[in-house]
């Protein structure tokens, strides 16, 4: 699912617009997967440290500082979002 790149004249593999209106409850559930991770603040052992989760909130990883969370998310192409 393609909802940000409009069709490509003679693209044959380009996707039909989108309307997110219309999305289905798997095709949001699918929205970002690729694309987000969440970073936000926990506690581990008594010590503060960074959850990453995928846009789902499937757990992904620990990171003992912010910016290191941010900076790994980065490092697979993906857009870090911090959430409070």
């Given at each position: 699912?393609?909802?940000?790149?409009?069709?490509?004249?003679?693209?044959?593999?380009?996707?039909?617009?989108?309307?997110?209106r219309?999305?289905?409850?798997?095709?949001?559930?699918?929205?970002?997967?690729?694309?987000?991770a969440?970073?936000?603040?926990?506690?581990?052992?008594?010590?503060?440290?960074?959850?990453?989760?995928?846009?789902?909130?499937?757990?992904?990883?620990i990171?003992g500082?912010?910016?290191?969370?941010?900076?790994?998310?980065?490092q697979?192409?993906?857009?870090?979002?911090?959430?409070?």
């Amino acid at each position: 699912m393609n909802v940000n790149t409009p069709n490509q004249p003679g693209d044959p593999q380009a996707a039909a617009p989108v309307d997110i209106r219309h999305l289905s409850a798997g095709q949001l559930a699918e929205l970002g997967m690729t694309q987000l991770a969440y970073v936000k603040p926990v506690v581990v052992n008594g010590e503060p440290a960074f959850a990453i989760h995928a846009a789902d909130g499937t757990p992904m990883a620990i990171a003992g500082d912010f910016e290191v969370a941010f900076a790994a998310v980065r490092q697979h192409d993906m857009m870090p979002l911090s959430v409070h």
